[in-house]
């Protein structure tokens, strides 16, 4: 399990209800309940130390985003766009991100818990210290990433991509999937249990014969 796990942020006792999406803003100690940011676009936003809970941003595009210390619980983030963003201590808790685009992000001491990430894409990100559990993460796209201390427990990972991201140390055993991607290069070193490797093996053109 991660190391380090991002505590919730401690809010002052007199902290707001809402927040705007301004480019270039700063938003620190805010708690942020039920209200929907879809379909704006915002570049430069800076977030610190909040939480937001049922916050909606359908198709909503942050450019060059910062986030750190933060909670995000109940959210619907389907097709947000955060590409190239920085992300520092922040929990996804219960969280809808079909189809959500983290690409290129840099994400630091992060976890995604019991979170909808169909079809999410996770290519060519910097991954350090980083949690998936309990996630539905059927069709992502881990191309090309980079990373240190990911840990994947109890995910469904079926038809995800990993090609040219470097494997060895990576433990899939306790994730569900009936085909995935990977580069034949890259496997050596990968952990996974009997049923898994099975899966592998066909998924790479070999013909597994029962005697």
């Not at 007199?14 to 999406?21: G, K």
């Not at 590409?83 to 922040?90: E, L, N, R, T």
């Not at 690409?103 to 990430?117: G, N, P």
Request: some cysteine; proline content about 1%; overall charge negative.
């Amino acid at each position: 399990m991660i190391k380090n796990y991002p505590a919730s942020p401690i809010l002052p006792k007199n902290f707001t209800d809402d927040f705007y999406l301004e480019d270039e803003a700063v938003v620190e100690d805010v708690h942020g309940i039920e209200f929907d940011y879809s379909y704006l676009t915002c570049e430069n936003l800076v977030l610190r130390r909040s939480i937001l809970e049922k916050i909606t941003m359908q198709r909503t595009k942050l450019i060059r985003f910062e986030a750190s210390n933060v909670v995000f619980k109940n959210c619907d983030f389907s097709n947000l766009e955060w590409i190239g963003g920085s992300f520092h201590q922040i929990v996804f808790e219960n969280c809808k991100l079909t189809g959500c685009n983290f690409a290129e992000s840099y994400l630091r001491d992060c976890q995604f818990k019991d979170c909808l990430i169909n079809f999410g894409s996770f290519s060519a990100t910097n991954l350090k210290n980083v949690a998936f559990e309990n996630c539905q993460m059927t069709d992502s796209e881990f191309f090309e990433v980079t990373w240190k201390h990911l840990f994947l427990t109890n995910n469904e990972l079926d038809n995800s991509n990993w090609m040219r991201t470097k494997l060895a140390g990576l433990d899939f055993t306790g994730n569900q999937f009936g085909k995935i991607a990977f580069s034949m290069e890259q496997l050596k070193g990968l952990k996974v249990d009997s049923y898994q490797a099975l899966i592998i093996a066909a998924g790479l053109g070999l013909q597994i014969v029962e005697g």
